[in-house]
């Protein structure tokens, strides 16, 4: 069970827009900001937003992200084939077991 | 070329001890806060241990704590995860990776440990 919940599964078509959301509580999103990564299989997750809306240089502005409270949402326009990936959100958690936490991970479809 | 390398995984019965280690280049890796994070076959994304830029600071999810342990040579430019006692359930691709403002934002290819009689 993952500290930060995200739904397991989104789809859309191309062209369309898609958001995954990233639940969490005071201890974690709500008091630090959020990341979120994009892993294709077999390779390593590579950062796509910090910062709760920051892009690292070279991702598309096709990607954002936001916070509200204790929740974060990733959104991701004009869909492409090549989007098609595990998305996880991640912040840390600043409880007495500090440390990074991350979502279970969504699997995008593209339709 | 900002790069960490991974070596060290392996496979090994329940109980033994192995040392990962993380090679890095491409920039100043004694500024940088660093950290392990684990992927079991087929599962999420798991953290394991951080490191602050000059050890002062150390910090570890509780599935592993007193059996890990985590450290970096910032003349060697490495970070190293001792992992004793390991378990079945230690089976994972373990990733070295690099802090970058509230991120983390270099990962390197990862390493296979794997615990199994």
């Known amino acids: 069970q993952s500290v930060l919940t995200q739904p397991p599964s989104v789809s859309a078509a191309p062209g369309q827009k898609v958001s995954i959301s990233c639940s969490g509580s005071s201890s974690n999103i709500g008091n630090n900001y959020v990341s979120w990564y994009q892993q294709f299989p077999g390779t390593a997750p590579k950062l796509l937003i910090y910062?709760?809306?920051k892009r690292p240089s070279g991702i598309p502005d096709r990607f954002s992200g936001s916070k509200s409270g204790t929740s974060a949402t990733l959104g991701i326009t004009g869909l492409q084939s090549g989007d098609e990936a595990d998305y996880y959100c991640?912040?840390?958690?600043?409880?007495?077991?500090?440390?990074?936490?991350f979502g279970g991970g969504t699997k995008l479809t593209v339709l | 070329e900002v790069q960490l390398v991974e070596s060290g995984g392996g496979l090994v019965k329940p109980g033994e001890s192995l040392r990962l280690s993380c090679a890095a280049s491409g920039f100043t890796f004694s500024t940088h806060s660093m950290n392990w994070v684990r992927q079991a076959p087929g599962k999420g994304l798991e953290w394991v241990s951080s490191?602050?830029?000059?050890?002062?600071?150390?910090y570890y999810a509780d599935s592993v704590r007193g059996r890990f342990t985590i450290s970096r040579d910032n003349a060697k430019k490495s970070l190293y995860l001792r992992m004793r006692s390991l378990r079945a359930e230690d089976t994972a691709v373990y990733y070295c990776?690099?802090?970058?403002?509230?991120?983390?934002?270099?990962w390197g290819q990862g390493t296979t440990v794997t615990v199994s009689s």
């Open positions: 990776a690099r802090d970058f403002a509230y991120g983390i934002d270099v």
């Open positions: 910062d709760n809306n």
């Open positions: 991640g912040t840390w958690d600043s409880s007495l077991s500090a440390g990074w936490v």
């Open positions: 490191i602050s830029s000059t050890s002062s600071t150390t």
